[in-house]
C-alpha cells in the first residue's frame, strides 16, 4: 500500500539545511490513524482501507460508529477517509498508521487533498482571470464585466449560453488536490509532515496526504 494520512494543517514555518539555504514549508499534524476497515472484493467489490482519524467523544457520536470503531479495538473517531487500493493491503484492523511510512527528501513527492479557502462571490476577472474591458472612451462602469456571454445560440433560434460558461460566483471551498509537493522533513516524534509547496485550505483544516502517483 502506498503511504497515505489524514492529518490538519496547522501552518507556515522555514527550515534551514546545512548550507543555510531557507526552505518555507507548511506543516501538516498527520496521525496517527487507526485502521478502521479493511474493504475485500468478495465483500466490497474492491481493494481498499478505511482510516479513522481524531478521538471523538462517545455523546457526540452514535452507536453505529461507535459499534464500528469497537470492532476495530477502538474508541468512536471524528474523521473516516477512505483507500482504494489495487491489490490487498498489507494492513489488518487495529494497526495504526503514522508519518514513518513516509520518507523523506529531495525525491519524495506528496499529493495533497482539502477544501480550498473559500472567497465568497467574485467576478469574472478574480475567479477566472479575465482582461476585462479596455479603459478608453465609450467604456462606462463596464470595465470588469464578462462581455458577450450568449454566443453559442445558433442564427435564428434566439439566445443561449453555452453549457459551463465561465461567469461570475462562488469562489473557492471546493476539493482541491495539488500534485507532486516535495515533503521536506517528516517528524516521526510529534507526527508532523514539512510539505514545500501549495498546501490547499485554511489552517486547522483537514487535509488527506499520500505518496505522489506522478513522482517521488
Known sequence: MNPAIVGRKIGMTRVCDA???VTPVTV??????TVMQVRTPERDGYHGVQLGFEDAKPHRSTKALIGHAAAAGTGPKRVHREIRLGESPDLKVGEVVTVAQFEEGPVSYVDVTGISKGCGF???MKRHGFGGKGASHGTER???SPGSIGGAASLGEGRGVKKGKRMPGHMGNVRV???NQRLVTVDRENNLLLIKGSVPGSNGGLLFVRQAKCKG
Not at 501538516?28 to 490513524?33: E, L
Open 19 to 21: 548550507d543555510g539555504n
Open 28 to 33: 501538516v499534524q498527520a496521525g496517527p490513524c
Open 122 to 124: 467574485a467576478g469574472v
Open 142 to 144: 463596464k470595465h470588469r
Open 177 to 179: 488536490t495539488t500534485r
